[in-house]
């Protein structure tokens, strides 16, 4: 099974970023582990500051046989309509994650105009939110 992990901006910066709410652990470490708790899952991982990178790496997904997409679009969740619309093109299941609980905070992070492009989020679990998002991929598949 091969499923596209894609990390949007400042992403990259977990770990130094705000560690209070998104935690010390960074995603080059975890990308490891993930790979080792899950062999059957080829996990393919993407991550960009720019929108349009996004954009082009979700089409990509369009023409490559992935089976499922996990989706952190940072805080372009909030605002992309054009990272939604190419969310819609896919017709993969797709998991948005988050590292916070995006309701408990400041009232802009509330609503997600990803999340109708998507099948369900997972929000609030820290490095888990992933986690939880490959075991969904994983149980589907057994
Ligand atoms: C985030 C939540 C967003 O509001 C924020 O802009 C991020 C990270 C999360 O994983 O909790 O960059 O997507």
Not at 27 to 53: M, T
Not at 64 to 81: C, K, Q
């Amino acid at each position: 099974m091969k499923i596209l992990l894609i990390n949007g901006p400042n992403l990259n910066f977990v770990g130094k970023r705000e560690p209070e709410i998104y935690g010390s652990e960074n995603f080059e470490d975890k990308l490891g582990e993930w790979k080792a708790e899950f062999p059957q899952i080829e996990l393919v991982y993407f991550q960009s500051n720019h929108e349009g990178e996004i954009i082009d790496c979700i089409q990509k997904a369009y023409s490559e046989p992935f089976d499922g997409l996990i989706i952190n679009g940072g805080a372009f969740s909030h605002y992309s309509y054009a990272i939604f619309d190419a969310l819609r093109i896919l017709t993969i299941p797709i998991i948005e994650v988050h590292l916070s609980n995006i309701f408990k905070r400041e009232s802009f992070r509330h609503h997600s105009v990803l999340s109708a492009a998507c099948m369900g989020m997972i929000s609030g679990f820290g490095m888990k939110s992933y986690v939880l998002a490959l075991e969904y991929f994983q149980l589907n598949n057994s």
